[in-house]
């Protein structure tokens, strides 16, 4: 079985940086290490409201990662010019409230078909991978493939908040049929919310998923652990089950 990507989140770092409205950590140097120690991908949420990423790192970032840039964003007409500006590897259009503290669940995109499309052309057109982060769903897959993504990113939140054994059976397979079902439909299979060193390994035994995209619990466990042992650790849990 092919190995899996690990995408690096590091808008916790910023996270730190914004509560003291400081310099440091400065997330442009986490991605650095996390390029360096071994990430496949950087992720980063750019947010309407810049509460953590800021525009200045995503520039920077961009010019001095060797790996893929994923940039997490709204469909809105401001992110998409941003894209269309800085160009990262790729985009995944996400959901966004300003009163969330994170991502609270998957892109509708079934529900606004039109617009999603539009943007994804618009992306795609700039030579942009375009990810669409939706819940493991078969309407929501079927409409991404309409619109013409190329992968989506299952949202796997209600999995790793699942409780009893039973809930995160049921979350596990919905996870499981969400991603053959992407895949006869000719998209990438990506993953990630909520997944941390002690829920990944049921999830990246999925083998139709390529991608996973983790960033609390890297970055909450770098704070004592160090960043670099931290992604090793995780690319080593995330492989040693395919």
């Known amino acids: ?11 916790h770092v910023a996270t730190v940086r914004e509560a003291r409205k400081t310099f440091e950590p400065d997330p442009v140097h986490a991605a650095v290490i996390a390029d360096l120690a071994g990430a496949d991908q950087i992720t980063l949420h750019l947010r309407e409201d810049r509460r953590h990423i800021k525009d200045r790192d995503l520039k920077l970032i961009k010019e001095v990662i060797h790996s893929k840039i994923n940039l997490e964003m709204a469909a809105t007409k401001e992110m998409v010019e941003i894209a269309l500006s800085v160009k990262p590897h790729q985009v995944t259009l996400v ?6 503290i994170t991502t609270e669940g998957g ?3 079934k529900g606004q078909k039109k617009r999603i499309r539009e943007v994804v052309n618009r992306l795609k057109e700039a ?5 669409l982060f939706i819940d493991p769903d078969h309407e929501q897959t079927e409409a991404a493939a309409d619109v013409g993504a190329d992968a989506v990113e299952l949202h796997t939140g209600e999995y790793a908040n699942a409780v009893t054994d039973l ?5 596990l397979e919905r996870l499981k ?8 439909l000719g998209l990438k299979v990506y993953a990630g919310h909520g997944l941390t060193y002690k829920n990944v390994g049921p999830v990246a035994e999925i083998k139709e998923i390529e991608e996973l995209n983790i960033g609390h619990s890297i970055v909450a466990n770098a704070v004592l652990k160090g960043l670099s042992d931290a992604i090793k650790e995780m690319k080593k849990l995330i492989n040693e089950v395919r």
Do not use: C, Q, T
């Open 167 to 171: 809930d995160k059976e049921r979350e």
């Open 177 to 184: 049929s969400a991603a053959r079902y992407a895949r006869e």
């Open 107 to 109: 892109l509708d995109v």
């Open 95 to 100: 959901p966004e409230k300003r009163e969330e």
């Open 127 to 131: 030579g942009i991978v375009v990810n």
């Open 1 to 11: 079985m092919a190995k899996i990507r690990l995408g690096v989140n590091i808008d």
